[in-house]
């Protein structure tokens, strides 16, 4: 089994996913029912099987009965603690029968849980996304389930070289896998920082067609990945020899957020919660909708190329050896911060809040 950092916290789910109809997600191997309170609209986190015979408690016919959930195979009724309230048949209700709540936080429009020792849970430590809630950009979003070891979306996510192949034509052009990177870790915070400013480089569609740019640009990407579950892209877009203003203002280039939620699921399934967050055209449902068709078809890329290379791992029978190059260098930082969390060797200090990034059109 996978060795997952256990004491942190997780993107379970968008905050609009969850309400009065049961959401059943597996959390680093633990199976949670989520679901809203009708009184003040609080999201309840709890164990997704029930007591007496295991009935996954997210599964019909499991209702909520006002704020409390009610088994759907013998009626076993729950309270929003996991205290159980309601037995059938007996009035004495065993002293066991409770199921775990887990510590929940909404922010930044994520629903974020935590699986750990719920004494350890600490709210100031959950790293910000303020763009995802700020009506100054304009996000589009999804999620999608990859059959794949979580750690193998953190190596994709961290090395975009991968753009100039996979996904060529969308938003791969050859300057980003030609253009060398720059990393800086922050092991004690487990930040991994890559950094890959391209100063004369082809538009690619999905920008070109987003901003109307023509022409060659200028185009930065800043990573800023958050062990375990936060990683953060901003991308900045502006025609060739556009630059930031000397007091730092930046009214001449387009700004996207890239906000990817990294979340292991099961050892070999995980959830890639994907957001695109721009401030310009926000007001213009074509550029919403071609930057949540795009984005979409160039996850399933990595959905597809990440299916595919797990079934391929899977394979090797006899073990494997790889070699890395320069542009893993976040990668195998994001490894080695992963894997001391997981070893319980301290979690990351609570980040600084993270300004909103001023939109600047
Ligand atoms: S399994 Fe839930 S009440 Fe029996
Ligand atoms: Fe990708």
Known sequence: ??????????????????????????ILNEPVVFYRTEETGEVVALADRCVHRRYPLSAAP??????????????????????????PGQKRIPRTARISSYPVVEQDSFVWVWIGAPDLADAAAIPRAPHMADPRWKTV???????????LLVDNLLDLSHETYLHGGY??????????ISTEVDEGAGIVRVSR???DAACPPFYSRSTGIEGRITRWQDIEYHAPCLYLLHSRIAPVGVLPHADG??????????????????????????????DFAQDDDEVTAFLHDNNHTVVMQDVTALNLLQQALDQESA???????NIDTGGLAA??????????????APAAPAATPAATR
């Open 171 to 180: 938003i791969g052009t050859p300057e980003v896998a030609e253009t060398p």
């Open 319 to 325: 073990g494997y050896q790889e070699l890395s190059i």
């Open 62 to 87: 499991s209702r909520l009965d006002g704020d409390n959930l009610v088994c759907g195979y013998h009626g076993f009724t729950y309270g929003t603690s996991g205290t159980c309230v309601y037995v």
């Open 141 to 151: 979003s999804g999620m999608e389930p990859i059959d794949c070891d979580y750690g």
């Open 335 to 348: 490894r080695r911060i992963l894997a001391r969390l997981a070893a319980g060797g301290g979690r990351p």
């Open 197 to 199: 400013h391209m100063d």
């Open 249 to 278: 203002t930046d009214p001449d280039a387009f700004h996207v957020e890239v906000t990817y939620a990294i979340t292991p699921s099961t050892d070999k399934h995980v959830y890639d919660f994907w957001a695109v967050s721009r």
């Open 1 to 26: 089994m996978t060795e997952f950092a256990r004491n942190q916290w997780y993107v379970a789910a968008y905050g609009h996913e969850v309400g009065r109809e049961l959401l059943g997600r597996t």
